[in-house]
């Protein structure tokens, strides 16, 4: 299909609707390069079937622009690297607009500053980023595992300390691009010249679906360009975990390290194999009915896309976004393939539209106002009962991302690790470990159920989040290096999506586990890990029934769209981006934990994820009930659907 047919498509669809006909910019620049985008796709020297080349990335600043190097600060304690790109004129006491530039998947900020310094030079504030794990950025506690046991206790929130670890790198992980996305737009909030109400964000290839989450989740963002990505609305719901990637997963659990993939492309690196199932948690094209009109999208595919299937998915999007009243545009680069997006015409007929995108809905201060919304509030615990006869415990550890996880596992009377019984993970509550939920794993095994309570990482006898507190620069062709460093290590942070993070974990460690049934695993949850029940089944088919005690189901009264964070929020979120790690005082660390959990809750929404659900998760709510008869429900509900 031409791409004159393609626009005529788009063109009608928007002709239905107002508000979305405003969203059209000037697509005359591909006129104006019709020469030589035709000349790119013949042009043997301007080819680019397996990536792009060094040569590509060469740029030159206009007069005037300047550079500065940052860094700033993801997950309380990650430093990532910056650079800012200053139109000419820039003042500190201006109100610019500004835009986060995102790499695509295993490259670098080298290889797209050349589109920050363009955007630059159309008077905007540019920042390319590098993401955590990559180029000069740090890598973050998932990356960092101890080759000693972690020390530190629950007695202090946060521990300075020299340690042996391996350090990893290049861990393609799309929910840790997201959160790098996010801080680097709190960054801009907070820098002297920048407009915090004018913030916009670009990202290409996997940078370019990146871009579409972050904007369902961040109503900060007013402005979003997609280059060469395919977020094609789909359906909400949980992924299954591939076949041949749950012995990984097992094996990874269990030691620490499982299998590697070539990275490929521009930046030739080794990768997770298990990042290909990880990063389909982050989905944009399940996500396009979260962003609000408020925020504008420009999409541009390349027509013969090599690795997204063309332009369908964008024009789809497009149309999906503007029938919902956002607006929105996709504009196709004809002829091209992927990475011809960033060289020669594609590179100048691209960045041209993005910057038009920018200048247009970035050119004055937004005038909604941030929404008040209410917090998720922890609920009480379960009240643990008395010791169960004839269940046997053992302590277990699992790896959890890098981080060295504590559970104590309860077999059933009688449990042979030939057979295939049904198992369970007990999550705690807000707050609290593994020994509160103890006593209840030991009923469950009472009646024949497998059942494993699980301390959250930072929490009880599990590690903590692990930061490094060396100003050290990575070589990331070393994807794996071992040293003696000076390192943070953090703990009691009440941080839902880890914890989350942590049950599926568990869920794995049991799929490995002798004499349990791959296919018959449950989770319990209690107050805030009642929700958390919520979110696991939601994000993953594996749990097959679930109990939710007195659960925390934030997001009822709410609709399901980016979060809009009051202004004491906002200020939380520009201080713990420019602020840096946790301070090594007790009282200092225990109130950004404080902060950190404010701001979580917030955004942690269980109840608008029920329709994710699959049926084939059974789910149980108890909302009053404590005691033996709350475990009783639960043993019935889990032995039933198990």
Request: glycine residues 10%; proline residues 6%.
């Amino acid at each position: 299909m031409s791409i004159s047919r393609l626009l005529v498509v788009l063109t009608s669809c928007l002709v239905m609707v107002a508000s979305p006909l405003e969203a059209q910019i000037s697509t005359a620049v591909i006129d104006q390069h019709k020469a030589a985008l035709e000349r790119q796709t013949t042009d043997p020297d301007q080819k680019r079937d397996g990536g792009t080349q060094p040569r590509d990335w060469e740029y030159q600043l206009a007069d005037g622009v300047r550079t500065r190097q940052v860094t700033f600060y993801v997950d309380g304690g990650v430093p990532l690297y910056g650079k800012l790109f200053l139109p000419k004129g820039f003042t500190a006491t201006g109100k610019y607009s500004a835009v986060v530039v995102g790499h695509g998947i295993n490259a670098l900020s080298i290889g797209i500053e050349k589109f920050a310094s363009r955007f630059a030079e159309r008077g905007l504030v540019a920042m390319a980023i590098d993401y955590q794990s990559y180029g000069f950025s740090g890598s973050g506690s998932d990356d960092l595992r101890l080759l000693d046991p972690d020390p530190t206790t629950d007695a202090a929130a946060v521990t300075e300390a020299e340690r042996r670890l391996i350090v990893k790198r290049t861990n393609l992980n799309n929910v840790h691009e997201v959160a790098d996305f996010r801080a680097a737009v709190s960054f801009l909030q907070g820098e002297p010249g920048v407009d915090p109400d004018r913030i916009g964000i670009w990202g290409s290839s996997n940078g370019g679906a990146i871009v579409m989450a972050v904007a369902a989740l961040d109503a900060r963002v007013k402005a979003v360009v997609s280059q060469v990505s395919a977020p094609r609305p789909a359906a909400r719901g949980p992924v299954a975990v591939a076949a041949n990637l749950l012995q990984d997963a097992i094996v990874r659990v269990r030691t620490g390290q499982g299998g590697e993939v070539d990275g490929g492309f521009s930046f030739r690196s080794k990768i997770d194999a298990w990042s290909n199932q990880r990063n389909r948690d982050v989905r944009p094209g399940t996500t396009l009915d979260q962003i609000r009109p408020t925020t504008a999208v420009l999409l541009i595919p390349a027509e013969k896309d090599e690795l997204t299937g063309g332009a369908a998915g964008a024009i789809e999007a497009a149309k999906f976004l503007s029938g919902r009243g956002v607006p929105s545009q996709a504009v196709v680069l004809p002829g091209l393939m992927h990475f011809q997006a960033y060289s020669y015409a594609g590179f100048e007929v691209g960045s041209s539209l993005a910057a038009d995108w920018f200048v247009k809905y970035l050119a004055s201060p937004s005038t909604v106002p941030p929404s008040a919304h209410p917090v998720a509030t922890p609920a009480p615990a379960v009240v643990p009962t008395a010791p169960v006869a004839g269940a046997a415990g053992k302590d277990v550890r699992f790896f959890s991302e890098a981080v060295s996880i504590h559970g104590r596992l309860f077999y059933p009377p009688g449990f042979s690790t030939t057979g295939a019984a049904p198992a369970v993970v007990l999550a705690p509550g807000w707050g609290e470990t593994a020994a509160a939920t103890e006593k209840v794993a030991a009923q469950f095994a009472a009646k024949g159920i497998v059942a494993l309570a699980i301390d959250y990482r930072g929490w009880g006898k599990s590690g903590g989040f692990i930061y490094l507190a060396d100003n050290t620069r990575w070589d990331d062709r070393l994807r794996f290096s071992q040293h003696t460093s000076n390192v943070r290590i953090r703990r009691k942070r009440l941080l839902p999506e880890a914890q989350v993070i942590d049950i599926r974990n568990a869920i794995t460690f049991l799929q490995g586990e002798p004499g349990v049934d791959a296919a018959r695993i449950g989770v319990w949850g209690t107050g805030v890990s009642g929700g958390h029940v919520v979110a696991t089944a939601a994000a993953d088919a594996r749990v097959k029934a679930g109990v939710a005690v007195a659960p925390v189901m934030a997001g009822k009264d709410m609709p399901r769209q980016s979060f809009s964070p009051t202004a004491t929020e906002r200020a939380d979120l520009v201080r713990l981006a420019r602020s840096g790690p946790a301070p090594a005082t007790a009282a200092a660390a225990t109130a950004m934990n404080a902060d950190e959990a404010r701001l979580a809750l917030a955004q942690y929404l269980p109840f608008t994820l029920l329709d994710q659900i699959p049926k084939s998760s059974a789910l149980l709510f108890i909302t009053e009930e404590r005691g033996d008869a709350a475990v009783d429900a639960a043993v019935q509900w889990f032995l039933k659907n198990l």
